[in-house]
């Protein structure tokens, strides 16, 4: 059988597993074709699942990409940042806190705590974004600097805070993990401040796997080089990634047809929560990443064109229901709508998943006894991630409001309408 027709056979393969039968939908968990397929059996038939030359081409591209910033691919965005927060800790080491947006990604607050710092949390804006003013008020003597994440894709006042962070004399963090290749003020995003990361995870821009399966290291900070460069050069190569590759094509990209055998795969054996070492990217996942780059700009036409949709249809609605992150032609990495005060969200979900509408909540609010985040605190209870796979029509997109205001319609606490 040649080539070709192999190819044509998995293409066929490839759209039917992707396809929303019986109206499934679901979050955007990866956006694969052929060429992200192909590239990981050639890794397998190659015998280059854990090096090869495709690292150090990531490297390279990802380079050019971001304007000539040092990368340096490892395997998690969150070893990225790790990494980079031990070398800040190693060059101002009087120094211990670490101001954090109060809602964020658990996994950036536990790198924090990893590195042996204190994560101090700040309020949040209306776009999720950790708020200027807010950080401003609690830099201190024992300040080491402010992690700035662009919540869900949203680009932050990076600029502002890069100028900030300046006058104080502390360290920036440009955490565009949700925002490979957006822009802000004609700078992309990453490349602000000493150091950025960048992640390959589920249901951010480029998607290698699950968590563990890539991300990068972005220096700016020519003081920070050195330290780095010996800190990275001493990761153990990547391990075991056959295994969790195809646990996340079983797992994520074909959840259509197998979230059922999945669920009870999972009640039986009962899986542990696997820690993610710190090591470098395998060349298995460099390869799809290399894949996810090229198509990068094709895939934000997508998904901007679901969010266009969606706050379209949600505007006609006349409900209280908004897009707390939406502007028009903006990247989102993922479809974010804050539900009317009163709302039960778990039954939502619950709801909606009977209806074969997948969806997930918001990030959990920072815990800490000594700090309550009223802004924070005030969305996360509301916050539900509608689907947004590229595979989606705008019938899609309207059957799925049409659903989500059923299950609203069904819940005590429903809306009034927006004034």
Partial sequence: MSWERVKGLCNLLVSLLQTNSMSYFHPPYASWGWPEYQAALIACVQFRVHSGPDISELERQLSQLLGGSQVFAVNSGRTALRIGLEVMGKLRPQCKEVIVPSYICPAVVNAVKSAGLKPVPAEIGTDLNLQLNSARQLIGSNTLGIIVAHMYGCPADIVEFEKLTREAGIFLVDDAAQAVGEFANGQM???????????????????????????????????????????????????????????????????????????????????????????????????????????????????????????????????????????????????????????????????????????????????????????????????LELPASSTMSNMDVALVCDRLMEVLQGNNAFMAPRL
Avoid at 337 to 360: A, F, M, N, W, Y
């Fill in 189 to 383: 995003l990453g490349t602000f401040g000493d150091f950025g990361i960048l992640s390959f995870a589920q249901s951010k821009c480029m998607v290698t796997g699950e968590s563990g399966a890539g991300g990068a290291l972005v220096c700016q900070n020519q003081e920070m080089l050195m330290t780095l460069i010996n800190q990275l050069q001493a990761l153990k190569p990547a391990q075991s990634r056959g295994r969790a590759f195809a646990a996340f094509v079983w797992n994520y990209l074909f959840t259509s047809h197998t979230r059922l055998a999945t669920y009870y795969w999972q009640r039986i054996c009962r899986p542990s929560h696997r820690e993610i070492k710190q090591e470098g990217i395998a060349n298995l996942d460099a390869k799809i990443a290399l894949c996810q780059l090229k198509s990068l700009k094709r895939r934000r036409e997508e998904r901007i064109r679901i969010l266009d949709s969606y706050a379209k249809y949600l505007q006609s609605v006349g409900y209280a229901i908004c897009m707390p992150q939406y502007e028009l032609g903006r990247y989102l990495a993922r479809a974010m709508v804050l539900l009317p005060h009163g709302v039960d969200l778990d039954r939502c979900r619950r709801d909606l998943q009977l209806k074969s509408i997948e969806t997930r909540g918001g990030y959990p609010v920072f815990s800490d006894e000594n700090f309550v985040s009223s802004s924070a605190k005030e969305v996360a209870g509301r916050l």
